[in-house]
């Protein structure tokens, strides 16, 4: 069973900027298309972003140009930059891992989740 550790949630005001990170011990992250998805209470959950083992990346509507994913293969580390948060965008956010070249933000496309981190967008 792959595992991740994920932080970097917190409580933000309005226009702030949060990092969220992904990180995995025993396996090697850069082999995964990795994605990032978020659900706040009575909601679905929702893809935000995720970039594919070749470096694709991909990203909802609601967060380009506000959010940008990123690899750090040499610290086994995904990233997730979040900037200009709005309240709606408070929610738990999850990395999850699936194997290939291709990322998809469709959460029955992973195999793996994370436990995930709270971000709170409030002032």
């Known amino acids: 069973q792959l595992q991740f550790v994920e932080s970097g949630g917190g409580l933000v005001q309005p226009g702030g900027s949060l990092r969220l990170s992904c990180t995995a011990s025993?396996?090697?992250?850069?082999?995964?298309?990795i994605g990032w998805f978020r659900q706040a209470p009575g909601k679905e959950r929702e893809g935000v972003s995720c970039?594919?083992?070749?470096?694709?990346?991909n990203y909802a509507d609601s967060v380009k140009g506000r959010f940008t994913i990123s690899r750090d293969n040499a610290k086994n580390t995904v990233y997730l930059q979040m900037n200009n948060l709005k309240p709606e965008d408070g929610a738990i956010y999850y990395c999850?891992?699936?194997?290939?070249?291709?990322?998809?933000?469709?959460?029955?496309?992973?195999?793996?989740w994370g436990q995930g981190t709270q971000v709170t967008v409030s002032s």
């Open positions: 025993e396996f090697r992250l850069d082999y995964y298309a």
């Open positions: 970039v594919s083992s070749n470096g694709n990346t």
């Open positions: 999850a891992a699936t194997p290939g070249f291709v990322c998809y933000r469709v959460a029955g496309a992973y195999n793996y």
